[in-house]
């Protein structure tokens, strides 16, 4: 039959079993609960890093946006002034068809160096009267035809600054035309980096809410075996307590049989002493110690 003690001995030998199982199972789980939290937190930064990279594309792209519109305002505005010269333009064009510029017979350098030559010539010679005059009506037919000249000259310059104007006005009107293109390409390039980056960090969300939900399932079943852990070991100690006194008990019985046992013989050697009869040294001994002889 099997003794309290044994039955003690085998439960503590079942009980530290369990209890190593569900240590080396509790720390297992928690560093698994561990590594899912630092996975997590790892995706997490990496989501912080590329959200940060979106609110960088996202003020790229709404500058772009606000630098289109404002060059839609000016592309516009050089549009109805181009629209205006391109009139003018056009209208000049009719008018030298119908009626061409005349070029003038005499270059004006030419007039104006035969009317110097003349004016010269008749401020500083004496000359006869017929002679003067003479020279008096070919000045006159030369500012005549110098003051043509000039009109020619100055309306030749004026079409020509309109011409030039419309080119500019074409040139300005092309410039913010392609920037209006460029920079829409450029914020359409941005929101298309947002478009990716939105789709990358949507997936690592996903991927770190399923580590975040492992952890907490993991980290659940790791104090769940904790707490199996604890009542393992308080019902080990109680077991353990139990044996203690179980064997305390024992020992003092067993002080107390052979304390019983001594003061037995110590009485039977007593009674041998009174009665004359020759004692042991063991016996004499016992008495000696108790000072009954």
């Known amino acids: 039959m099997i ?7 085998v439960k503590l030998s079942e009980l530290e079993k369990d209890a190593t199982e569900l240590r080396v199972s ?23 890093e590329l959200i940060a990279k979106v609110k960088e594309h996202q003020i790229q792209r709404d500058e772009e946006n606000t630098n289109v519109q404002e ?3 000016k592309r516009e505005e050089v549009r109805k002034n181009l ?12 008018d030298e068809e119908l009626e061409p510029l005349p ?14 030559q003349l004016e010269w010539k008749i401020q500083t010679e004496i000359l006869p009267t017929d002679e003067e005059k003479r020279l008096v009506t070919e000045i006159a037919a030369l500012q005549e035809q110098l003051e043509e000249a000039e009109a020619i000259r100055t309306l030749r310059q004026e079409r020509n600054a309109r ?20 920079t829409a390409k450029s914020s359409q390039r941005h929101h298309h980096e947002m478009t990716k980056l939105f789709a990358e960090i949507d997936e690592i969300r996903k991927e770190a809410d399923q580590y975040h939900k492992d952890f907490i399932e993991t980290k659940k079943v790791a104090d ?11 019902e080990k100690e109680k077991h353990q307590k139990s044996l203690q006194d179980i064997r305390q008990k024992a020992r003092v019985d067993h002080f107390r049989e052979v304390k019983e046992t001594i003061e037995a013989r110590a009485e039977k050697a007593l009674q041998k002493y009174k009665d004359g009869k020759k ?6 001994s016992m008495l000696v110690e108790r000072g009954l002889v």
């Open 3 to 9: 003794s309290e003690v044994d039955h003690i001995v």
């Open 26 to 48: 509790r720390d297992k789980l928690n560093t698994e609960a561990r590594e899912k939290a630092d996975r997590r937190d790892e995706l997490n930064k990496k989501m912080a």
């Open 71 to 73: 060059y839609k305002v």
């Open 83 to 94: 629209a205006e010269a391109k009139k003018e333009v056009d209208q000049i064009k009719e």
């Open 103 to 116: 070029k003038p017979p005499i270059p004006e350098k030419v007039l104006r160096r035969n009317l110097k």
């Open 163 to 182: 011409f030039s104007t419309y080119e500019g006005l074409k040139a300005e009107m092309n410039h913010y035309h392609k920037a209006v293109i460029r």
């Open 224 to 234: 769940e075996t904790h707490k199996k852990f604890i009542e393992i070991i308080k």
């Open 279 to 284: 004692l042991s040294l063991e016996e004499f």
